[in-house]
């Protein structure tokens, strides 16, 4: 849950990929219009993706599924990072929040949205990350990774606990030609220095957790996934903090950046921007009201202050093309370059 002069490093280069990414959908800040979702058949990536498919052979894809979550398609299997698809009425963004609400699941849209996955990332235990994991995880038989917490929760819910890899920050795990690189990082915090249902587990609870404020944040982490040997490469968040020297050398092509709700991350956006030396392209996310169907346009969190956030990054990063997503939209990253 997202609360309400400097040293240039060499940058790793993926071959065939770098600053001139190309990425299809909604821009911001770009020098030159980016191709549009229908271009895709005629590039290499896959428009088919939002429907459930997988990707062509040899394409990546990606898909914002709203809050911090994202489907990433390659090479015809999928990795999902914080797939809250639900998106259930908790009072958030009606003034009269209740930690009570009941947790629920929604079959039908879940299986709408997430294909037939290989690999599940999950940033932390709150509602708005973990709520739909569990069924996600028990019906298609997808590795889970994330934290100890984590690993608790899921198994109170009755997941295999086989089927989860407990990380902590640091592991670069590899996929067999996907490499997902765990990276320790930190929950945001609201104007108060505070945030909701902090905490982690060291054992499963006695029962499944019913509320949403049964499920603890549990330590957080962010991820990089690279596709291939020849890239592309993201970096996603599920929160908007981090902890700067685990992200340092990182050098992603892709950025998946939480907007911050608040100014208690001391300079956040340039310290992270010069941390992962200037991404090619950053994609703002954790923005939208994601008690809101997926089927609408993404509605703004007005806690928010998405416009804020695209000038800081333009600010300290010209160079970089600033893509803020759509929930409809597969935007595809060509992998023989430009």
């Known amino acids: 849950m997202n609360d309400h002069t400097h040293a240039q490093s060499p940058k790793r280069r993926i071959p065939g990929f770098g600053r ?31 429907n459930g498919q997988a990707p ?3 394409s990546t894809s990606f898909r914002w599924l709203g809050t911090s979550g994202w489907r990433i ?20 963004f009606d003034g009269g929040f209740q930690p009570g609400t009941k947790l629920k699941s929604d079959p039908d849209l879940i299986r709408e949205h997430i294909g037939n996955p290989e690999i599940v990332l999950v940033s932390h235990s709150h509602w ?5 994991v569990p069924y996600i995880a028990k019906t298609t038989g997808a590795r889970v990774v994330g934290t100890e917490t984590t690993f608790h929760l899921l198994v109170a819910f009755g997941v295999d606990p086989g089927q989860i890899s407990v990380v902590k920050g640091g592991e670069v795990l590899d996929f067999g030609g996907i490499t997902v690189e765990v990276v320790s990082s930190l929950h945001s915090r609201n104007k ?7 905490g982690t587990l060291k054992a499963p609870p006695s029962a499944a957790p019913r509320t949403i404020s049964d ?24 929160a908007s903090d981090f902890c700067e020297r685990a992200v340092q050398g990182l050098n992603p092509d892709l950025a998946m950046v939480a907007v911050p709700s608040s100014a208690a991350t001391a300079r956040y956006v340039p310290r992270l921007l010069r941390a992962l030396d200037r991404p090619g392209v950053v994609v703002p996310v954790h923005w939208d009201n994601f008690e809101e169907p997926l089927s609408q346009p993404p509605r703004r969190d007005p806690v928010m202050d998405l416009d804020g956030f695209v000038a800081q990054v333009r600010q300290e990063s010209p ?9 409809r939209t597969t935007y595809g990253a060509d992998m023989r370059g430009v």
Do not use: N
């Open 20 to 50: 001139r990414t190309v990425l299809r959908g909604a821009v911001l800040g770009a020098a030159a219009p980016l191709l549009p979702a229908t271009a895709a058949a005629s590039t290499g990536a896959a428009p088919d993706a939002a």
């Open 56 to 58: 062509a052979a040899g």
């Open 73 to 92: 398609d390659t090479d015809g299997r999928t990795v999902l990072f914080d797939p809250y698809l639900t998106r259930f009425k908790t009072g958030l």
């Open 128 to 132: 708005d990350h973990i709520a739909d």
């Open 192 to 198: 108060r220095h505070t945030y909701f249902a902090p």
């Open 215 to 238: 499920l603890p944040e549990g330590d957080t982490l962010a991820f990089q996934v690279t596709a291939g040997s020849g890239g592309p490469s993201a970096f996603l968040m599920g």
């Open 319 to 327: 160079t970089s093309r600033i893509v803020v997503p759509d929930y």
